[in-house]
């Protein structure tokens, strides 16, 4: 163990890939973050659509996990699962979060804050008919974040589903949708040599989009 945090405390990566340049720098974010999203998909950043969800309870204690990015358009980027799940009981509580993207390969990170919402049902619907048959059974099967005695359990209960399904469309559970974030705030972070990396802000003030540079 003692090796181990040696060599983490020891791991050193300068950034040395890019720069970003405010005039670079759309006066819109949406289209700077359009415009990283594609250089990622096109150097084939793997899990591309990951994105690190934080939250807080109405305590202001946060947690964070990982979801996928389904859809995004004008500042809104949506995601999906469980509203019985703790993300979904503390955006209840507290609809303020925050979305993080980091792909080393581009040595990127993107931050995005906003206010959450429940996505349209009709979305959530399209996006659940298109899922495959047993991520469906999945979320039928999952009761998220709650206690489960043992593995076995889950397996029951996927059983069991898929028996009830048998031969029969699978329509998406109530406690099953979507939530979209509205963004008021970004910031693009591009890894720089000797930590002295670019960060370039956007807060949106009144309806103008603010830009700004802070330090690394
Ligand atoms: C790569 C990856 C993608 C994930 N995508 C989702 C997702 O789209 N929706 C989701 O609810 N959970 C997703 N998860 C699982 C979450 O990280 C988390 O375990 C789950 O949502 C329960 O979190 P909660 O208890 O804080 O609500 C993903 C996990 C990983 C590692």
């Not at 793997?46 to 109405?58: F, H, S, W």
């Not at 974030?181 to 956007?202: M, N, P, T, V």
Request: with cysteine; aromatic share 14%; charged share 35%.
């Amino acid at each position: 163990m003692k090796n181990l945090s040696e060599k983490i405390k020891q791991l050193r990566e300068d950034f040395l890939k890019g720069s970003l340049d405010e005039k670079d720098c759309p006066d819109n974010p949406f289209e700077l973050f359009c415009a990283w999203l594609d250089d990622a998909v096109q150097s084939e950043v793997p899990e591309v659509q990951a994105m690190t969800l934080a939250t807080c309870n109405k305590e202001g204690k946060p947690s964070a996990r990982i979801v996928y990015l389904r859809e995004f358009e004008h500042h809104q980027f949506y995601f999906y699962g469980n509203y019985g799940s703790r993300k979904a009981m503390e955006l209840e509580e507290n609809p303020h979060a925050a979305l993080l993207f980091f792909w080393p390969d581009l040595e990127r990170q993107i931050r995005i804050e906003g206010m959450v919402n429940k996505a349209p049902d009709g979305l959530a619907d399209a996006y659940f008919n298109a899922r495959p048959r047993e991520s469906k059974i999945g979320s039928w099967a999952s009761e998220q974040s709650r206690v489960l005695g043992s593995r076995e359990e889950l397996e029951k209960r996927v059983a069991e589903y898929e028996r009830k399904f048998s031969g029969k469309e699978i329509p998406r559970p109530e406690w099953w949708g979507g939530w979209v974030l509205k963004a008021d705030y970004y910031e693009f972070w591009q890894g720089r040599k000797s930590r002295l990396h670019d960060r370039i802000c956007y807060r949106m003030n009144g309806d103008v989009w603010k830009r700004y540079r802070i330090f690394p």
